[in-house]
């Protein structure tokens, strides 16, 4: 919107509620509580959408500590032993089928790491 615009139409709604306001009195009194009171509801409306917005992140916030802490406490317990015997489990379905032996040793070679001892 142009400046010049933007003041023609100030100047023209002052003229009308100047206007109004001296044929009609009461009818200005009442647009002004009506406008004070749009303004009123807008405002708390505004007011209780941020209250709202703050209570949830708070929500959120305790509710992923929560999560977090019930999928540490879950969270499998790894010795190095279970892990040892993994790998000779898979090692042996690995050598237990030539065609794919060779096919993860061929992705070993493209990844540049070796099998680990068993």
């Known amino acids: 919107m142009k400046l010049g615009t933007f003041i023609v139409g100030g100047v023209a709604g002052a003229a009308a509620a100047l206007y109004i306001a001296r044929k009609k009195p009461g009818l200005a009194a ?15 409306r505004s007011m209780s959408a941020v209250l709202k917005r703050q209570s949830h992140g708070e929500r959120e916030a305790e509710v992923k500590r929560d999560q977090h802490e019930v999928i540490e406490r879950n969270a499998p317990q ?4 279970a892990d040892s015997q993994a790998w000779a489990q898979i090692a042996a379905l690995v050598s237990s089928d030539p065609a794919v032996k060779r096919e993860t040793e061929k992705i070993m070679i493209e ?3 070796n099998m680990p001892p068993h």
């Open 30 to 44: 009442a647009a002004g509580v009506a406008a004070g009171q749009l303004w009123s509801g807008a405002v708390r």
């Open 78 to 81: 790894h010795s190095g032993a």
């Open 111 to 113: 990844a540049g790491t």
